[in-house]
């Protein structure tokens, strides 16, 4: 029901026409089968004739919806694809920042890899899995014609049948179930594979700690729940297949000992039961699919990625930025789980008021809440209480993507795209390459048409080319959460005492989280965090020789 019910929500314009040709696909296949029968069971070639029409019409009748059935899948599958992974992609960018570093990358990525893909599978498989479901059904409407006593008599048995079947399905789902979980660890134990690389090469004890303590483990426990759930699948097909020739046996070598019933049915009974065991072992091997599809659903709402649930003001227009005058937080508070630590950590209650073409540095120990309160402040974190307000405008979940669009910032994990999106101005290439120039990244970097030649640099060459975009946006409010951490002394230079000044004489606010004491004196305000509270001192001094202090006014 979960799969048919997304199945309807997302590609509902080509499921149902693909279903209904599948139907009469189906239904036309079992008029053919009687047709067969009934020339089968006949007198002779007058009593056939008649039925050679019939036999034609039906038959361009199946030929013709097999046809567009097909091609109702293909295009299905392909668009099924597309839409799933655009839609998945739009729900990320809506859903709160907080809540998809919750979830982690990798359970993202296995959305992407692993349940996508599987409803895909499971999506094209439903019009066939119809279609075959309209044979059966049409096949057991033919029985019941032929003889209701004797189908009577089958019913107990067809159903012993189905009732194992589904308990051996029961077993196999929740071995399915457990190896999806088990794959997003696997995800998990990949990522710090590569992203440990240099640290397990160079610490063979760890190296293999690593290998015997978390890959093979995980990914043994991912091949024991697989193979455990594909067996019980095989045993249930075989056990299907089965069942179908004890059926047929039944009617033709133990019901007529003590039925009463003619040639005529009896041979029906075994050519259409026969006939049967085709699309009901096509149907059961579908069953995995459908299985792992409806995990995947479940993987999916488990995500809690939704519009309705977790918007985070994605439908505002993205209207051009206001000119800043001022930006203010008032009794803002944020409530997070450290990792690996016991309790919560809260920051604030934050009180602060920010003023156009101000040069603020945010300073305080590793842990004090800096980098959170820069989310906040920027609108990627909401706040559990307090108020945000934009020249004295409230930010809400209504502007709150509007509030964004002031800001460029580049945070101590940035990504590098790239090429220079949403920023498709008349000479950016021209003024790129001034700036490339500044930065001393000409020579490894170019620009044509907005795309950047290469950002397989340094670190602290990508730190440049983050600062090139940001510093190209072209907004209101810059934040930069240590930047100058990576770069030589001539680069922090160029960031303190040449980009900020001029970002100030251009009448924009910069926030920068520091800790490069000896350039505190260029800041207008100091404000330090000491485990996400602000401390009131005195402003700091013109001297770069003055000591640091505490000031959040």
Sequence with gaps: MRLVSFALRH?????????????????????????INTALTSEGPSSTSP???????????????????GLLLARLSQNATYHLRIQFSRRILETALRRLELIGTPKLMATFTEDIPALVGALSAIPTLCMHAA???????????????????????????????????AYAMRSLTLARQRHDSLLQDFRALTEGIKELKLHQRRRESFLARCLEPTAAALRRHNFRGTTIFTAAQSWGQLSGFVLIALVVLVFPSFISIGARPLMGFALVILYMLTPLEVMMSALPTLARANVAVRKIEELGISL???????????????????????????????????????????????????????????????????????????????????????????????????????FSDFYLFESLLGMEAPGLDGLAREYLVKLQLDAKVSVEQGKLSTVELSQGQRKRLALLAAYLEDRPVYVFDEWAADQDPQFKEFFYLSLLPELKSRGKTAVVISHDDRFYHLADRLIKLDYGKLHAGPQPLSSPTAPITEVIR
């Design 11 to 35: 590609s509902r314009g080509i499921v149902i026409p693909a279903v209904l040709a599948g139907l009469v696909s189906g239904l036309s296949q079992t008029g053919l089968l009687a047709l």
């Design 135 to 169: 044979i059966v059904a049409g096949c057991l409407i033919y029985l019941g014609w032929l003889s209701w006593t004797l189908l009577l008599y089958l019913v107990p048995f067809f159903v012993l049948g189905v009732v194992v079947y589904q308990v051996a399905m």
């Design 51 to 69: 039925l050679l029409p019939r036999f034609v019409a039906l038959g361009l009748l199946m030929f013709v919806s097999r046809i567009i059935s």
């Design 308 to 410: 309705a649930a977790h918007t985070t003001g994605g439908a505002a227009a993205a209207a051009p930025a206001l000119s800043l005058n001022t930006l203010e937080l008032s009794g803002v508070r944020h409530v997070y789980r450290r990792e690996q630590e016991d309790g919560d950590f809260t920051l604030g209650p934050i009180d602060l008021t920010l003023h156009a073409g101000e040069l603020v540095f945010l300073v305080g120990g590793n842990g004090s809440g800096k980098t959170t309160l820069a989310k906040l402040l920027t609108g990627l974190y909401v706040p559990e209480t307090g108020e945000v307000r934009l020249n004295g405008q409230p930010i809400t979940d209504r502007n709150r993507n509007f509030y964004r669009q002031h800001f460029s910032a580049v």
